[in-house]
């Protein structure tokens, strides 16, 4: 799956949390949702949201401006709409992840505990998932597996 394929795939599932999503789909969104954030960050900075802290000659910090630059108010608005826009299909796709290993969406609650769930929640979304149908639905790869008499699965 290539970055615009997944991202068209997440977007197309906007807020579907059923079914099975794979690890390019999963981790080419996240590479899209952080390259959001990072030119967000860019125009904010160049809008003004740097602050005019200057070094006064006796060594202290001073600070010539009393708030953020009406550009930077600006971008931090809309930063923040987007930001709520991608809140929903960021939690989808994450679900489906977890769907896509044959595990519960709940698995997403890790995430909570703090300091160790995150490093839980990156090695659950590495992880690849189970091929063939599981309980979620069928395998997005398309790989299909022979009766367990049969052995290896057929390509």
Same mark, same amino acid.
């Given at each position: 799956?290539?970055?615009?394929?997944?991202?068209?795939?997440?977007?197309?599932?906007?807020?579907?949390?059923?079914?099975?999503?794979?690890?390019?789909?999963?981790?080419?969104?996240?590479?899209?949702?952080?390259?959001?954030?990072?030119?967000?960050?860019?125009?904010?900075?160049?809008?003004?949201? +740097?602050?005019?802290? =200057?070094?006064? #000659?006796?060594?202290?910090?001073? $600070?010539?401006?009393?708030?953020?630059? *009406?550009? /930077?108010?600006?971008?931090?608005?809309?930063?923040?709409?987007?930001?709520?826009?991608?809140?929903?299909?960021?939690?989808?796709?994450?679900?489906?992840?977890?769907?896509?290993?044959?595990?519960?969406?709940?698995?997403?609650?890790?995430?909570?505990?703090?300091?160790?769930?995150?490093?839980?929640?990156?090695?659950?979304? +590495?992880?690849?998932? =189970?091929?063939? #149908?599981?309980?979620?639905?069928? $395998?997005?790869?398309?790989?299909?597996? *022979?009766? /367990?008499?049969?052995?290896?699965?057929?390509?």
């Amino acid at each position: 799956m290539s970055f615009s394929d997944a991202i068209k795939s997440v977007f197309s599932q906007y807020a579907n949390f059923s079914g099975r999503a794979r690890r390019s789909e999963f981790w080419y969104f996240y590479l899209f949702v952080l390259i959001v954030n990072v030119v967000f960050w860019i125009l904010f900075l160049v809008t003004g949201g +740097a602050s005019a802290a =200057t070094m006064s #000659p006796d060594g202290t910090m001073t $600070d010539a401006s009393t708030g953020l630059a *009406a550009g /930077a108010m600006v971008v931090v608005g809309i930063w923040s709409l987007v930001g709520l826009a991608l809140v929903l299909p960021t939690l989808a796709v994450m679900i489906r992840r977890l769907h896509d290993q044959d595990r519960s969406g709940f698995f997403w609650w890790l995430s909570v505990i703090p300091f160790v769930g995150g490093i839980i929640m990156l090695v659950l979304y +590495a992880q690849p998932g =189970t091929v063939g #149908p599981n309980r979620f639905g069928a $395998d997005p790869k398309g790989a299909q597996v *022979a009766p /367990a008499q049969y052995g290896a699965p057929v390509a």
